[in-house]
Structures are given as structure tokens and as C-alpha cells.
């Protein structure tokens, strides 16, 4: 195929000019001004578009079939203009072997995920927490087994660390998981909402490259506005290299929350949906529409697309000694998307309400020898 006219942004800002690029058999094989077409290879000419690493989102479910909340790939993937999708906690290490041959053998999208340090994961969690049975719902030495047998697919532990979730266990659940992560050398996604634990217990246990999710959540006694002594617990956890993953959610995101974080300096490091069955007509819809909200809330527009992109992508491969996605010879892994106007409304997670100007609208997502034209939920 051939892309006409598009400009790169990174998180260094906007190219100078807008370019042709050049996609064969996966991979980019030429860049330029006014590329000729001698193959007669399909093109897509586009107005005022950018073109930036594939977005990834880091939190959604689509372990489908196999939990009550999972949705399908292709729903939160590339029609949405994103390329890699990471299931955050959907199976534990009970269920992990049905995610890697039913889910993720049949994606055209790239799939990760972070293993739920509870066996089961979230196969009834509408009904039944992970982590109901206490210390007998962990099984440290199948857990540190199962990451050994997937290594390519799992990139960290995940660990819900609220009140519901962790019943009796408080902050004991995320010292497990800590401590298991530390073991198999990966970082740890820690889910936070209602107390117990506390969210300055929960930050003491992180460790530079953890993430948490649902860090802009709204809940009485759990966010990061209500106490100074949890705001300084916030900035300290980022000054040792702490990511703040959006993780918007059904019931997770507060733009209220969100703007005081960004008033005290604090942005959103990683900008994901939490996409699931709950979510996907709303609140989140998906992840243009999640970036657009963070982008009208005050986020400058190339830490908003590094947040659903570059920043999640060098989370899952730290050691990728080249991050320049646009390059020939590279594998095509590339969103193109426009900003355009718009007077549209949405909410958070607590309902309120926000009137976006600006809005992120994806139009082609690549990735690899798969690609697709995108849209919007939110029309």
C-alpha cells in the first residue's frame, strides 16, 4: 500500500513536512515526497493527518469466552487504530494456557498480558473475586511456571488491590504479587480503587518500571486529591520511576481527579481503556476517545499519543534498542489519525461531564500485513 501525505509526530513534536510512505509485505520499504506507484499498490491519500507508532492500549479484556467482562480483539483493536493489545489480568495462571491458544493464535492485532496473580483471574469476577479464597488463591510456584512457559506473552504480574478484590488479604495481595514479580523479573500493574489497602501502602511496594492502573480514579478515601500525604506518597512513587496508567473503565476515571493531578504537574504516563464489556459503550468507548479526553483536559497533543503509544510500547520492550518506528525497513506498525474540531460530550467514570473541542479520530491502523480503516464509537 501506499500512505500519501501524512505527518510524523513523536514525542519530540511534528515533523516538518508531510510525506509518502511505502508498506510491502509488512514492513515499510519506502519513505519520500510524491512517491510514484509503479506496482499500482492500493493508496490512501489523506488531509491534514499524522502518523504515529500503532497505538497500544495496556489494560483492556478480551480474554472472551473465558470471562464474564472479556470482549473480543477486534473490538478494542484495529478498527479502533490500535496495534497491540495487552489483556490486563483476565487470566490467572489456571487459565492462561485457553488466552494463548483460542485468543491470542487468532488476533490480527499483537496480544500481551499481565498474568493475574490469582489462579483463576477473572473468570466470574462480577461474582467472585480472584482473590476470595485469601492466601489459598495464589499458587506461587505455578504462577512463576506459567510465566516461564510463555516468556514472548506475558510482560507482567497484575494485581487488583482494592477492598473488594482483596477481602482479608489488604496489602498483603500486592506484596505477593511483588514479591513474585521481583522473582520472574517483571514489573508489576497494580489495580487501585477502594481502601483497604491504602494507596500509600500500595505505593511503598512499587518499584521503578511498575505500573498503577485506575491512578485518576475518583473513589472516597482511594484517590490522589483527598490527602497531601497521598500526594506526596504519588510524587515520590514517580520520582523512582512509578508509571500512572489512566485505565479509564466503567468506574475508574475522574476527570475532576485528573485535573488536579495535572495541576500538581502529575500526567497520565500511559493512557489506557480498561476496555470490557462494562465500558465499551461507555464510559471509555475506546481508546481515540479516551486520548481525546485526556487531550482536552489540558495534555499537550504528543504526550497524549507517547502516552497510547511510544510510552506503553517501550514499557513491554525496554531493551528495543531503536524506538524510530518510521523508517524504512522497519515492520509497519503505524496509526494514521487526524485532530479535528468537534462540540461533542462525554463522561468519566462518576458521570460528569465534559465537552470536548478537540477530538482524536483514527483513520488507518498497520500492523504488519494486517491493517484496517478505523472509526470512533463515539460518532
Not at 501525505?5 to 511505502?22: H, N, R, W, Y
Request: glycine share 8%.
Amino acid at each position: 500500500m501506499l500512505i500519501r501525505q501524512v505527518t510524523p509526530l513523536s514525542p519530540k513534536g511534528f515533523s516538518a513536512t508531510p510525506m509518502d510512505l511505502e508498506v510491502k509485505e509488512g514492513r515499510i520499504s519506502r519513505l519520500g515526497q510524491n512517491l510514484d506507484n509503479p506496482e499500482g499498490l492500493k493508496e490512501y491519500s489523506f488531509q491534514n493527518a499524522l502518523i504515529s507508532r500503532g497505538w497500544v492500549d495496556l489494560h483492556v479484556h478480551v480474554y472472551f469466552g473465558a470471562t464474564d467482562i472479556s470482549i473480543r480483539p477486534e473490538q478494542a483493536g484495529l478498527r479502533t487504530g490500535v496495534t497491540t493489545l495487552v489483556d490486563c489480568g483476565s487470566a490467572g495462571e489456571a487459565n492462561f494456557t485457553g488466552f494463548s491458544e483460542f485468543i491470542v493464535k487468532n488476533a490480527r492485532e499483537k496480544l500481551f498480558a499481565f498474568l493475574n496473580i490469582g489462579s483463576i483471574g477473572l473468570v466470574a469476577c462480577n461474582r467472585i473475586s480472584e482473590l476470595s479464597l485469601g492466601f489459598r488463591s495464589v499458587n506461587i510456584e505455578r504462577t512463576l511456571n506459567t510465566i516461564k512457559a510463555y516468556p514472548e506473552l506475558i510482560r507482567g504480574i497484575k494485581c487488583r488491590a482494592s477492598h473488594v478484590i482483596t477481602g482479608d488479604l489488604g496489602a498483603d495481595a500486592v506484596r505477593i504479587a511483588r514479591k513474585v514479580a521481583r522473582v520472574a523479573d517483571l514489573p508489576l500493574v497494580v489495580h487501585i480503587g477502594e481502601p483497604p489497602p491504602l494507596l500509600e501502602e500500595v505505593l511503598e511496594l512499587l518499584e521503578e518500571g511498575d505500573v498503577v492502573t485506575h491512578a485518576f480514579h475518583g473513589k472516597p478515601g482511594g484517590n490522589l486529591m483527598e490527602d497531601p500525604r497521598t500526594l506526596d506518597a504519588v510524587h515520590d512513587a514517580r520520582a523512582r520511576g512509578v508509571l500512572l496508567d489512566v485505565g479509564h473503565g466503567a468506574a475508574s476515571f475522574s476527570f475532576e481527579v485528573m485535573r488536579y493531578a495535572l495541576d500538581q504537574g502529575i500526567d497520565a504516563d500511559l493512557i489506557s481503556t480498561d476496555l470490557h464489556h462494562n465500558s465499551i459503550q461507555g464510559p471509555a468507548f475506546d481508546l481515540p476517545t479516551t486520548l481525546s479526553k485526556l487531550l482536552n483536559l489540558g495534555m499537550p497533543l504528543e504526550k497524549v499519543i507517547a502516552a497510547g503509544s511510544t510510552r506503553p510500547f517501550n514499557f513491554l520492550f525496554p531493551h528495543a534498542v531503536d524506538s524510530d518506528c518510521i523508517s524504512s525497513g522497519k515492520e509497519a506498525d503505524l496509526t494514521v489519525f487526524t485532530v479535528e474540531d468537534t462540540d461533542k460530550e462525554v463522561q468519566d467514570s462518576l458521570g460528569c461531564r465534559l465537552r470536548l473541542k478537540k477530538i482524536i479520530r483514527p483513520l488507518l491502523a498497520i500492523q504488519g500485513n494486517h491493517h484496517e480503516e478505523c472509526t470512533n464509537r463515539l460518532n
